[in-house]
């Protein structure tokens, strides 16, 4: 009998990014989890794990993946572990692949026979469940878990079935109409749920890690709130304006001066007004994320005397003014061997050197954006000697700015 569960628990770790469950199934059971069979809490399911764990022996066919859609519009993968004794069962789930409307709740409530003073707590439920536009990224796991479980994709298929409703259908008894305890902790905890993943958001952002912010922006997307607006776009717009300033309060407290914060906060206010449908403000509120952690990446102060923070903040807020030793020296009010020393011992290069790169990176930036004549360019950067600029760009960059831009030219 072959053990699985080294590479089934890697499965499970990873779809737990998606908040969707992986569970197992066998005939050892005697209890199910609430949470994995969906709404048998909600509408008061009556039925014996045992017999499900029956069923399954008796419909589930080896080699086979089946993508479930139940009574209850719920989705889930399922699958029977190959060689194992007992019978060992596998699925994802539950999910949804459409967005359930207030109006799918009421069919569901009448179908049902759920009271009025359950309607909300039906709704959450629905909220709650990860929403994906379809299951090709999950399938596409299951291909490559499939390929060990069975040796190869031509071994195993994928089946669209019904046959197993049970998952999240049996015999359902009306709760009654009353608003129970247990009703007002479940918004309590969906609300906990969504401070929490925005707040470890935040803290990924101020830290500049990209790859953590994506993933809890991911799951925060995935967290369906409930519409507050009857134009979808509307509500999409303010969710975008509450995801700016949860980015910028992020990028403050990764000490990214407000400068910076305020361009790109205006920048992103000024886009999100332009969303035209629930997909590009997707797309830009994920954009947005991915950017704040650059900023802070590039722009962060932290670890910085306040002396040489205002250095930098002057130097990146202005590129073409006269950023000398002497001059932010006079310009702060210090010694400049004070000032030299200090700065080298922080950032680990002298102020002038700090100075150069920062206007060949902007110029470098101006290289593959613009036409623009190279001794304008030079200009903007605040070099108005071009034969410095052309000196200074070929040390740091290794080219003149004439065989970068040809470079350039190739590649395009």
């Given at each position: 009998?072959?053990?699985?569960?080294?590479?089934?628990?890697?499965?499970?770790?990873?779809?737990?990014?998606?908040?969707?469950?992986?569970?197992?199934?066998?005939?050892?059971?005697?209890v199910?989890d609430?949470?994995?069979?969906g709404?048998?809490?909600?509408?008061?399911?009556e039925?014996?794990?045992?017999?499900?764990?029956?069923?399954?022996?008796?419909?589930?066919?080896?080699n086979?993946i089946?993508?479930?859609?139940t009574?209850?519009?719920?989705?889930?993968?399922?699958?029977?572990?190959?060689?194992?004794?007992?019978?060992?069962?596998?699925?994802?789930?539950?999910?949804?692949?459409?967005?359930?409307?207030?109006?799918?709740?009421?069919?569901?409530?009448?179908?049902?026979?759920?009271?009025?003073?359950?309607?909300?707590?039906?709704?959450?439920?629905?909220?709650?469940?990860?929403?994906?536009?379809?299951d090709?990224?999950?399938?596409?796991?299951?291909?490559t878990l499939?390929?060990?479980?069975?040796?190869?994709?031509?071994?195993?298929?994928?089946?669209?079935?019904?046959?197993?409703?049970?998952?999240?259908?049996?015999?359902?008894?009306?709760?009654?109409?009353?608003?129970?305890?247990?009703?007002?902790?479940?918004?309590?905890?969906?609300?906990?749920?969504?401070y929490?993943?925005?707040?470890?958001?935040?803290q990924?952002?101020?830290?500049g890690?990209?790859?953590?912010?994506?993933l809890y922006?991911?799951q925060?997307?995935?967290?369906?709130?409930?519409?507050?607006h009857?134009?979808p776009?509307?509500?999409?717009?303010?969710?975008?304006i509450?995801?700016?300033?949860?980015?910028r309060?992020?990028?403050?407290?990764?000490?990214?001066?407000?400068?910076?914060?305020?361009?790109?906060s205006?920048?992103?206010?000024?886009?999100?007004?332009?969303?035209?449908?629930?997909?590009?403000?997707?797309?830009?509120?994920?954009?947005?994320?991915?950017?704040?952690?650059?900023?802070?990446?590039?722009?962060?102060?932290?670890?910085?005397?306040?002396l040489?923070r205002?250095?930098?903040?002057?130097?990146?807020?202005?590129?073409?003014?006269?950023?000398?030793?002497?001059?932010?020296?006079?310009?702060?009010n210090?010694n400049?061997?004070?000032?030299?020393?200090?700065?080298?011992?922080?950032?680990?290069?002298?102020?002038t050197?700090?100075?150069?790169?920062?206007?060949?990176e902007h110029?470098?930036?101006?290289?593959?954006?613009?036409d623009?004549?190279?001794?304008?360019i030079?200009?903007?950067?605040?070099?108005?000697?071009?034969?410095?600029?052309?000196?200074?760009?070929?040390?740091?960059?290794g080219?003149?700015?004439?065989?970068?831009?040809?470079?350039?030219?190739?590649?395009?």
């Amino acid at each position: 009998m072959k053990n699985y569960d080294r590479e089934l628990d890697f499965v499970k770790e990873l779809l737990t990014n998606f908040r969707l469950p992986f569970k197992r199934l066998s005939e050892s059971i005697t209890v199910l989890d609430d949470d994995t069979m969906g709404l048998r809490h909600i509408l008061n399911y009556e039925f014996d794990p045992k017999a499900i764990v029956e069923m399954l022996e008796s419909q589930c066919k080896p080699n086979t993946i089946y993508q479930l859609y139940t009574p209850l519009l719920c989705n889930y993968l399922l699958f029977r572990l190959p060689d194992t004794i007992p019978a060992d069962y596998a699925y994802i789930g539950p999910y949804l692949l459409q967005e359930i409307t207030n109006q799918d709740v009421y069919i569901l409530a009448d179908k049902f026979h759920v009271e009025s003073g359950h309607l909300k707590q039906l709704e959450h439920y629905y909220q709650t469940l990860p929403q994906f536009s379809d299951d090709t990224m999950l399938q596409t796991i299951l291909y490559t878990l499939g390929g060990y479980l069975w040796g190869n994709s031509d071994n195993f298929t994928i089946k669209k079935s019904t046959e197993f409703s049970h998952l999240d259908s049996h015999t359902i008894t009306p709760l009654s109409d009353i608003q129970t305890s247990e009703e007002a902790l479940l918004s309590m905890q969906l609300l906990e749920q969504r401070y929490d993943l925005e707040h470890k958001l935040s803290q990924a952002v101020s830290a500049g890690q990209t790859h953590k912010a994506e993933l809890y922006f991911s799951q925060l997307m995935n967290q369906k709130l409930e519409r507050r607006h009857s134009n979808p776009i509307r509500d999409k717009k303010n969710a975008g304006i509450i995801l700016n300033t949860i980015l910028r309060i992020a990028a403050d407290k990764g000490n990214v001066h407000p400068i910076h914060i305020d361009e790109i906060s205006s920048r992103y206010a000024r886009k999100l007004e332009l969303i035209n449908s629930e997909a590009v403000g997707n797309a830009l509120m994920k954009e947005m994320v991915r950017k704040y952690c650059l900023l802070v990446k590039n722009h962060s102060l932290k670890g910085y005397s306040l002396l040489v923070r205002k250095v930098i903040t002057r130097i990146n807020a202005d590129l073409t003014a006269d950023l000398s030793l002497k001059s932010q020296a006079a310009a702060l009010n210090v010694n400049a061997s004070y000032l030299s020393t200090l700065f080298k011992k922080e950032t680990g290069t002298t102020l002038t050197e700090y100075v150069n790169r920062k206007r060949i990176e902007h110029a470098i930036l101006l290289l593959n954006t613009t036409d623009m004549q190279i001794q304008m360019i030079a200009q903007y950067c605040g070099i108005s000697d071009v034969n410095y600029f052309t000196k200074t760009f070929k040390k740091i960059i290794g080219k003149t700015p004439k065989e970068y831009r040809e470079m350039i030219n190739l590649l395009s």
